[in-house]
């Protein structure tokens, strides 16, 4: 497999901050100079170090009276909303929407906290992998909770287990119709997903109701295999369950086609879904399936012949191999000398946008309040919406667009209306500024700490030391000398080198002058804010 020796070059912050991006969302240099002291087999094993699943989200508003306050009387502030706390059957239609949108913006401020803290993990790049391949539409932060709690348990582990376990959630069997599947009505929504986007893939067709890797026929039996399945406690999200229905189910033997090597899958009740997808699971296919999604989450959208036959089929043998643990192929992959060649080959997706530039800047929520520290990430999850990435609602049930629309790929998170919001973002966290978010003003102080930033750069007094240690930060890679004359003007227009460096030294000799210091502050802000709007800032 020479594709996927091990890297064998210089382990140094630049392949670091490589495998920490691709892997995690958004890096500081101090996570940087960790995985740098760990060594690349190191940084790996900490990536996929297991760790306890976090504390549930929090009630992070008081209760007030006013029209535009959160009513949640059941839920105490500081504490979480999860367990034991169904909407009260008295509330009055406008009060429950205001309890439903006070835990659903809860517990989506929630999820980016578990981002933008994830450390040196691959768990949340995971999470949010399978949240993109198992689509389920959520209506309900309890049933949304439920959900990605799955996914969460479930990332780093088994995909054959993980499918089995999203065949009969509650949210996966009201969403793709599962719990309306029965002998007298057959629903064939789920198991015609659970072919096409979930386990193998349809594959070209080759005839009338006949694909690559199953057929119409296998849809239909499928379904029957899958009947039976209902859900109860929708009056109360936290006691839904689901439960097999024997007399819903359609009794005797299912026949799958020539593509399943006319496999029979016997009766067996509540646990024929689990023959089934075993049975799906014993074809090849399913493990190059997921080795292509996990390679167009990783590393690049374009699988050529090449790729396919040196690491997509070398990867899923390997997979195979181990029953679908997904882990032991995605460490070689991650260490592998290709890993390394694709660089600045993906646009980077909404969300790594943004915690790319929080974290990269030091950017972190606030810790003196529940409040602050929520709302500092509400506001990322509607950034992140409003330029296209969504989570817990995606546009269809295949996902976002950029890991299955050929030939665009990761270029659809960029056009003429998205571009513009995503530089805006970004520029107004270093400077300041106005966000217009679903028609709401978001007024944003410049939040990002230039001045600690640029005291950790050996020799920032040098304009150009600067600017470059910048650009291998932010970037990861060295720029233009074009480029560092453009962004030095940004910083001392039309001034020679010695002005920026006596004002920064003077700076340093006594900081404690503020006219000096929100002068030193206004020009790294610029020059900053600029940077952040380029498009080396826009890929990884």
């Not at 990867?315 to 181990?322: F, K």
């Not at 997706?349 to 500092?376: C, H, N, R």
């Amino acid at each position: 497999m020479p594709y996927l020796d091990n890297f064998s070059g210089n382990w140094t912050a630049k392949e670091a901050r490589h495998l920490l991006k691709r892997t995690s969302f958004g890096i500081t240099e101090m996570l940087v100079s960790e995985a740098v002291s760990l060594g690349l087999s190191g940084t790996i094993d900490q990536l996929f170090e297991q760790s306890p699943l976090p504390e549930p989200p929090l009630k992070y508003r008081l209760d007030g009276t006013g029209n535009n306050e959160i009513i949640d009387p059941d839920a105490n502030y500081g504490e979480t909303w999860i367990n034991g706390l169904p909407i009260p059957t008295a509330a009055t239609d406008q009060e429950k929407n205001k309890i439903l949108n006070s835990r659903t913006r809860s517990l989506y401020a929630w999820s980016f906290l578990q981002m933008q803290n994830a450390g040196i993990s691959i768990r949340e790049k995971l999470t949010l992998f399978w949240h993109n391949h198992f689509v389920a539409e959520n209506i309900n932060p309890h049933r949304e909770f439920f959900y990605i709690n799955i996914l969460r348990t479930n990332a780093l582990g088994n995909f054959k287990e993980l499918t089995k376990q999203i065949t009969t959630d509650p949210n996966m069997l009201l969403y793709l119709s599962g719990s309306q599947n029965s002998n007298t009505a057959p629903n064939e929504n789920y198991s015609r997903e659970l072919l096409e986007l979930f386990s193998i893939g349809k594959g070209d067709a080759v005839g009338n109701g006949d694909y690559t890797n199953y057929t119409e026929e296998d849809v239909v039996e499928m379904a029957k295999a899958l009947t039976g399945w209902r859900v109860r406690g929708l009056n109360n999200p936290n006691t839904l369950t689901a439960f097999f229905s024997n007399n819903k189910h359609t009794s005797g033997d299912k026949n799958l086609s020539h593509r399943f090597n006319n496999a029979i899958i016997s009766e067996n009740g509540e646990n024929e879904y689990k023959d089934l997808i075993d049975k799906i699971f014993e074809q090849d296919e399913c493990s190059k399936f997921i080795t292509r999604q996990l390679y167009i989450w990783f590393v690049n959208a374009e699988i050529s012949s090449e790729i396919e036959t040196h690491i997509i089929e070398p990867l899923a043998e390997i997979i195979r191999d181990h029953n679908y643990e997904i882990e032991p192929a995605l460490k070689i992959l991650l260490s592998s000398e290709h890993f390394f060649e694709n660089t600045f080959c993906m646009i980077k997706s909404p969300i790594d946008l943004m915690l790319s530039a929080t974290k990269s800047l030091l950017l972190s929520a606030p810790t003196t309040s529940i409040l602050e520290e929520y709302e500092f990430a509400v506001i990322l999850h509607l950034a992140t919406s409003d330029i296209g990435q969504s989570i817990f609602h995606h546009p269809d049930v295949a996902g976002w667009k950029a890991y299955y629309q050929k030939p665009l790929y990761y270029k659809t998170w960029v056009n003429n209306y998205l571009l513009p919001k995503r530089l805006q973002y970004c520029k107004v966290l270093v400077t300041g500024g106005v966000l217009l978010i679903d028609e709401r003003e978001y007024t944003v102080p410049p939040l990002v700490p230039v001045l600690l930033i640029v005291s950790s750069i050996t020799n920032a007094d040098n304009p150009i030391v600067l600017i470059r240690s910048l650009a291998n930060q932010l970037f990861n890679y060295e720029i233009s000398q074009n480029q560092i004359d453009s962004l030095k003007d940004i910083l001392i227009p039309g001034l020679p080198d010695f002005e920026w460096t006596i004002e920064y030294s003077d700076y340093l000799g006594d900081p404690s002058d503020t006219a000096l210091r929100i002068s030193i502050e206004n020009k790294l802000r610029n020059l900053i804010g600029t940077m952040v709007q380029m498009s080396e800032f826009q890929i990884m």
